[in-house]
């Protein structure tokens, strides 16, 4: 059974800092890994999509990576901004059932000026 | 473009009324989807359509949610009887069928049962 966790689960860093986002996932046998942003009291916006023949996604300042043989995935977020700040979740699927998608509780981001 | 449309953004009722949560997909997407998300728990997936056709709803809690899909612009989660422990905030999510396409989510709507 495919279980998805993040950590750290809040994380406040300066702004202009290059920063980390961790996901890890206990299954390798993974469709894609998604990441996704939140914002306070709104849905989530999709970032960044990991097919499971890919490596890395980039989107301007953010590159997600996935290593499925340490079920791993992270998201770089260079030069940080405070606009930033959000909940970020990631999500994975598997290849039995590509549409579920099983989620992380997300971490919790404060970009301050 | 208008996105994922829900209504009502925000529900306070008393246990044991019907609830009602509607959802308007993005035109042309042919995957729905519902989600239910806590604090305790994260985001839940409840239920999924494609091209209208319920096709996993294990993630219903229990016999008192039933979602349909009458047509492709329009599905309802309903609750009956509500409870207070079906507080939460719900989401409807919208993308297209074809492999590793995003999911495209309404802003939810958040439900208090007293």
């Known amino acids: 059974k495919q279980e998805v966790t993040q950590i750290p689960a809040a994380l406040s860093v300066p702004e202009g800092e290059n920063l980390v986002l961790n996901c890890s996932f206990t299954?390798?046998?993974?469709?894609?890994l998604q990441w996704f942003r939140q914002d306070p009291g709104k849905g989530l916006t999709s970032l960044l999509l990991?097919?499971?023949s890919q490596r890395e996604q980039t989107s301007g300042r953010l590159n997600a990576s996935l290593d499925k043989s340490s079920g791993r995935s992270t998201l770089y977020i260079a030069a940080s901004q405070p606009g930033d700040s959000a909940t970020y979740l990631c999500?994975?699927?598997?290849?039995?059932?590509?549409?579920?998608?099983?989620w992380g509780l997300g971490t919790s981001l404060a970009v301050n000026p | 473009d208008a996105g994922v449309i829900q209504s009502p953004r925000h529900e306070v009722t008393e246990m044991g009324q019907e609830v009602t949560l509607r959802c308007k997909p993005i035109s042309g997407h042919n995957s729905l989807f519902w989600y239910r998300q806590t604090m305790m728990r994260g985001l839940e997936l409840l239920i999924y359509f494609n091209n209208n056709v319920p096709i996993d709803d294990s993630g219903m809690p229990e016999d008192r949610f039933s979602a349909k899909m009458p047509n492709a612009s329009f599905s309802t989660l309903k609750i009956q009887p509500s409870e207070p422990r079906d507080s939460a905030v719900y989401f409807c999510?919208?993308?297209?069928?074809?492999?590793?396409?995003?999911?495209?989510f309404g802003d939810g709507t958040r439900l208090s049962i007293l």
């Open positions: 299954d390798s046998a993974i469709y894609n």
């Open positions: 999500a994975g699927s598997n290849a039995g059932n590509n549409r579920k998608l099983i």
């Open positions: 999510a919208s993308s297209l069928v074809t492999e590793n396409q995003p999911q495209h």
């Open positions: 990991i097919q499971s």
